[in-house]
Protein backbone atom coordinates (compact mmCIF):
# COMPACT_ATOMS: atom_id res chain seq x y z
CA UNK A 1 0.00 0.00 0.00
CA UNK A 2 1.57 3.18 -1.00
CA UNK A 3 2.42 5.62 2.34
CA UNK A 4 0.17 8.68 2.77
CA UNK A 5 1.43 12.33 2.35
CA UNK A 6 -0.13 15.22 3.68
CA UNK A 7 1.34 18.32 1.76
CA UNK A 8 1.57 21.78 3.74
CA UNK A 9 3.16 25.26 2.06
CA UNK A 10 1.45 28.21 1.56
CA UNK A 11 2.70 28.67 -1.98
CA UNK A 12 0.54 26.64 -4.77
CA UNK A 13 3.56 26.17 -7.18
CA UNK A 14 5.28 24.23 -3.95
CA UNK A 15 2.76 21.89 -3.18
CA UNK A 16 2.38 21.09 -6.45
CA UNK A 17 6.23 20.57 -7.07
CA UNK A 18 6.87 18.11 -3.92
CA UNK A 19 3.10 16.50 -4.88
CA UNK A 20 4.46 15.71 -8.46
CA UNK A 21 7.90 14.19 -7.45
CA UNK A 22 6.26 12.39 -4.78
CA UNK A 23 3.17 10.99 -7.30
CA UNK A 24 5.71 10.20 -9.71
CA UNK A 25 7.23 7.56 -7.04
CA UNK A 26 4.48 5.92 -5.78
CA UNK A 27 3.35 7.84 -2.52
CA UNK A 28 -0.03 9.15 -2.12
CA UNK A 29 -0.98 12.19 -1.76
CA UNK A 30 -3.93 12.53 1.24
CA UNK A 31 -4.33 16.28 1.14
CA UNK A 32 -2.66 19.80 1.04
CA UNK A 33 -2.72 22.63 2.89
CA UNK A 34 -1.69 26.34 2.86
CA UNK A 35 -1.10 27.32 6.55
CA UNK A 36 -0.92 25.58 9.70
CA UNK A 37 -4.17 25.97 11.26
CA UNK A 38 -4.98 23.80 8.14
CA UNK A 39 -2.64 21.64 8.20
CA UNK A 40 -3.78 20.61 11.78
CA UNK A 41 -6.94 19.86 10.16
CA UNK A 42 -5.90 17.60 7.22
CA UNK A 43 -3.50 15.62 9.43
CA UNK A 44 -6.39 14.88 11.53
CA UNK A 45 -8.76 14.01 8.71
CA UNK A 46 -6.67 12.18 7.04
CA UNK A 47 -3.83 10.60 9.92
CA UNK A 48 -1.15 10.72 6.69
CA UNK A 49 2.21 8.80 7.46
CA UNK A 50 4.26 11.57 6.77
CA UNK A 51 4.16 15.26 6.76
CA UNK A 52 6.19 18.19 4.43
CA UNK A 53 5.68 21.79 6.24
CA UNK A 54 7.00 24.58 5.15
CA UNK A 55 8.75 26.60 8.03
CA UNK A 56 7.15 30.37 7.20
CA UNK A 57 3.10 30.47 6.49
CA UNK A 58 0.48 32.71 7.47
CA UNK A 59 -1.82 32.09 10.31
CA UNK A 60 0.34 29.80 11.85
CA UNK A 61 4.21 28.77 11.12
CA UNK A 62 5.06 25.67 10.71
CA UNK A 63 6.97 25.15 13.64
CA UNK A 64 3.84 26.14 15.44
CA UNK A 65 1.73 23.45 13.89
CA UNK A 66 4.40 20.90 14.06
CA UNK A 67 4.31 21.32 17.57
CA UNK A 68 0.67 21.25 17.97
CA UNK A 69 0.81 17.71 15.56
CA UNK A 70 2.88 16.16 17.96
CA UNK A 71 0.48 17.33 21.05
CA UNK A 72 -2.07 15.23 18.47
CA UNK A 73 0.48 11.87 17.79
CA UNK A 74 4.10 11.93 19.57
CA UNK A 75 4.89 9.70 16.50
CA UNK A 76 4.13 11.80 13.85
CA UNK A 77 6.75 11.87 10.98
CA UNK A 78 7.06 15.78 9.97
CA UNK A 79 9.51 16.69 7.42
CA UNK A 80 10.22 20.40 7.52
CA UNK A 81 10.34 22.46 3.96
CA UNK A 82 12.82 25.74 4.33
CA UNK A 83 14.24 28.36 2.29
CA UNK A 84 18.12 28.92 2.02
CA UNK A 85 18.87 31.11 5.23
CA UNK A 86 16.49 29.76 8.12
CA UNK A 87 19.23 27.87 9.21
CA UNK A 88 17.99 28.74 12.60
CA UNK A 89 14.08 27.82 12.57
CA UNK A 90 15.33 24.92 10.80
CA UNK A 91 16.96 23.89 14.25
CA UNK A 92 14.21 25.18 16.44
CA UNK A 93 11.80 22.50 14.06
CA UNK A 94 14.75 19.61 14.71
CA UNK A 95 14.70 20.14 18.16
CA UNK A 96 10.20 20.62 18.16
CA UNK A 97 10.62 17.08 16.69
CA UNK A 98 10.74 17.37 13.36
CA UNK A 99 12.65 13.91 11.67
CA UNK A 100 14.37 16.34 8.06
CA UNK A 101 14.32 19.03 6.33
CA UNK A 102 14.62 19.58 2.86
CA UNK A 103 15.96 23.02 1.18
CA UNK A 104 13.94 24.90 -1.78
CA UNK A 105 13.96 25.16 -4.26
CA UNK A 106 13.74 21.34 -4.03
CA UNK A 107 15.68 18.43 -5.46
CA UNK A 108 13.53 15.41 -6.24
CA UNK A 109 16.41 13.19 -5.32
CA UNK A 110 16.76 15.15 -1.88
CA UNK A 111 13.47 15.16 -1.53
CA UNK A 112 12.88 11.08 -1.75
CA UNK A 113 16.03 10.69 0.35
CA UNK A 114 14.39 12.28 3.32
CA UNK A 115 10.90 10.96 2.85
CA UNK A 116 11.97 7.56 2.41
CA UNK A 117 15.00 7.82 5.33
CA UNK A 118 11.76 9.11 7.69
CA UNK A 119 9.59 6.82 6.99
CA UNK A 120 11.43 3.91 6.74
Known amino acids: MAQKILIVDDAAFMRMMIKDILSKNGYEIVGEAADGMQAIEKYKETQPDLVTMDITMPEMDGITALKEIKKINPNAKIIMCSAMG ?9 QAGAKDFIVKPFQADRVLEAISKTLG
Open 86 to 94: QQAMVIDAI
